[in-house]
């Protein structure tokens, strides 16, 4: 069969490396990919939102499942467009929700009100609008610190705000609500209860009936060492979790991601792709932290390569609705990603570093994720530039091997943390 997959990020790259094995797939194509996701498949330049167009590709390309990587087409209904063009359906099967699922990320507060409904541990909170910024800051006496602020809409994985310092907690809802910070995303804001714990991320994939759980991961959101600095898209990630042991692993399935599918069903909501769970793992007990509606990045680049089974097979049984009868095989071994970024990001950063030493990495995976081409020469073009993930039989190898390979590639200005894992190490010596 004929995939289209949407992105161009190192998420994007894992997936097309993903799906390129399967046996199933005659053609893949990539709009609009990235220099890596070339050696996968075929580059196009596609309009998202030139529906005539898009249209006019699927049927002369007999596309049959079009895999969409990111939200943002998600949630500005991708889904709804495809499926509701009468030459097109039947015909395309999208992997990702319609608009109205898409809203568990788009919509903080529409996810929260989700999980209580349907009796999934969450934090407990209070959504406040622009014209309720008096309430929100007042809110603020009512609960204990720390404070955990989140902005409702989408903000590329960069709208959370944790400070116990009250006032500088009023003043980040006052830029929120105000439309200073993240823009419209943040002129609804979501205001939680703190909870203690370390953090993990789950996946399934769904047909809407049906569903089987992916290997879980941990990844590492800040920019420095020791989780300081402000938020990034992610700088690493480590599967399996040495502290989501089976028994954690058997409450996620049976309180958070059996519910959350019954629930979709319950509240007549369709549902039919990839979910990110991502959790609080609070003394042994899972909390729900957020949904969101694709595969995670940097997670991806660690979770597939631990995947055995083929994906577009599962992608063949979310299109015939018979995902039930698929099989998931993981592999056992410990997998890391250590994410090279650009000197200066999350903030400013220059592009245009001639990238050195990729060709070298021989017993890692290398994901391209900001890079471009400019003749024969990689360069970067982007904040996270690649993406290197190894195995190994333990953690401490996997981080080791991941960091060998890591270390074989060069650019001016890059940037990577150095401590991807270690605090799962000394956890796990401590215990």
């Not at 390129?20 to 053609?27: C, G, I, R, T």
């Not at 989140?150 to 009250?166: F, P, R």
């Not at 370390?198 to 399934?204: D, W, Y």
Request: charged content about 25%.
């Amino acid at each position: 069969m004929n995939v289209l997959l949407i992105g161009g990020g190192g998420r994007e790259h894992a997936l097309a490396w993903k799906l390129a094995q399967s046996s199933l797939l005659d053609e893949l194509y990539v709009a609009p990919g990235n220099p890596g996701t070339l050696r996968h498949g075929r580059a196009v330049d596609l309009d998202l939102n030139d529906h005539k167009s898009l249209r006019k590709f699927i049927l002369e390309k007999q596309i049959r499942i079009v895999v969409v990587g990111p939200e943002g087409p998600l949630v500005d209904g991708f889904h709804d467009r495809i499926a509701d063009d009468a030459e097109l359906a039947g015909k395309v099967t999208v992997i990702g929700p319609r608009k109205q699922a898409a809203r568990l990320e788009g919509s903080k507060e529409f996810a929260k009100e989700f999980m209580y409904r349907h009796n999934i541990p969450t934090a407990a909170f209070r959504a406040f609008d622009h014209t309720q910024l008096p309430d929100a800051i007042a809110h603020l006496e009512h609960i204990p610190a720390p404070f955990v602020i989140k902005a409702d809409g989408l903000a590329q994985g960069k709208g959370v705000v944790i400070t116990s310092d009250k006032r500088e907690a009023a003043a980040v809802i006052k830029e929120m609500l105000g439309g200073k910070r993240h823009g419209d995303a943040g002129r609804r804001v979501v205001i939680e209860q703190y909870l203690d714990g370390i953090e993990l991320s789950a996946f399934l994939v769904t047909d809407g009936q049906s569903f089987k759980m992916l290997p879980a991961a941990k990844d590492y959101k800040r920019i420095g060492d020791g989780d300081s600095g402000p938020n990034t898209g992610g700088m690493g990630a480590v599967s399996p979790v040495p502290f989501a042991d089976k028994e954690f692993m058997q409450k996620v399935h049976d309180r958070i991601a059996a519910p959350t599918i019954r629930g979709l069903r319950m509240d007549d909501i369709a549902y039919q792709g990839f979910l990110f769970i991502g959790l609080m793992n609070v003394n042994g007990e899972p909390y729900v932290i957020e949904y969101n509606v694709r595969l995670g990045d940097p997670e991806t680049q660690v979770v597939l390569p631990r995947l055995r089974s083929d994906l577009l097979d599962l992608c063949e049984g979310i299109a015939t609705g018979t995902l039930s009868e698929r099989h998931v095989d993981v592999d056992d071994r410990t997998a890391v990603t250590i994410v090279l970024a650009s000197e200066g990001y999350p903030g400013e950063y220059a592009k245009g570093k001639p990238i050195v030493g990729v060709e070298m990495v021989t017993e890692a995976l290398v994901f391209q994720a900001g890079t471009r081409l400019k003749g024969d020469r990689l360069e970067t073009n982007g904040g996270r530039v690649l993406s290197i993930t190894a195995f190994g039989k333990d953690l401490e190898q996997a981080i080791a091997n991941a960091y060998r390979n890591a270390g074989l590639i060069a650019y001016e200005g890059k940037y990577c943390r150095s401590d991807i894992g270690h605090d799962l190490v000394r956890a796990h010596q401590q215990a």
